[in-house]
């Protein structure tokens, strides 16, 4: 059993966004963006994480703080909704970032590269 001491900080504002997120996932598109960006279909979700994405870029490119933190919210909320559309969870993502702890960035790469290798092979 965790203690909320040992929870990741920020684990309850994900679960409680994504709960936000499934409640308006069926909603009127004319009264929820959530809702809206659902029914226009995944490739509008993809779309919107692209854009997300470069403006994260740009605005580190700019090195300014606020910025970057206010364009990486908007991308982190656009991935939760991508997450949403196939069934998973910010806490989907977060047991991937712990199985990865302490394992070297290079060493998970060369694992992936591998994985890749032997499933082409198949």
């Known amino acids: 059993m ?4 040992n929870k990741p900080a920020g684990t309850d504002t ?11 996932k069926g909603g009127d598109p ?10 226009k279909g995944p ?6 994480i692209g854009e997300e994405a470069t403006e994260t870029v740009m605005a580190a490119k700019d090195g300014d703080p606020r ?4 364009e990486v919210a908007d ?5 939760m909704i991508v ?3 196939y069934g ?12 990865r702890e302490g394992i070297s960035g290079l060493e998970e790469f060369a694992l992936r590269k591998s994985r890749a290798r032997y499933e082409e092979g198949k």
Not at 43 to 48: E, I, N, R, S, Y
């Open 75 to 79: 991308l982190w909320f656009h991935c």
């Open 30 to 39: 004319d009264k929820s963006y959530v809702a809206w960006l659902f029914a």
């Open 14 to 24: 994900l679960a409680r966004l994504a709960a936000v997120i499934e409640a308006r």
């Open 67 to 70: 910025r970057i933190v206010h």
């Open 88 to 99: 998973l969870t910010p806490a989907d993502v977060l047991a991937e970032l712990e199985r």
């Open 43 to 48: 490739d509008a979700v993809l779309k919107k």
């Open 2 to 5: 965790t203690s909320d001491a």
């Open 83 to 85: 997450l949403s559309q």
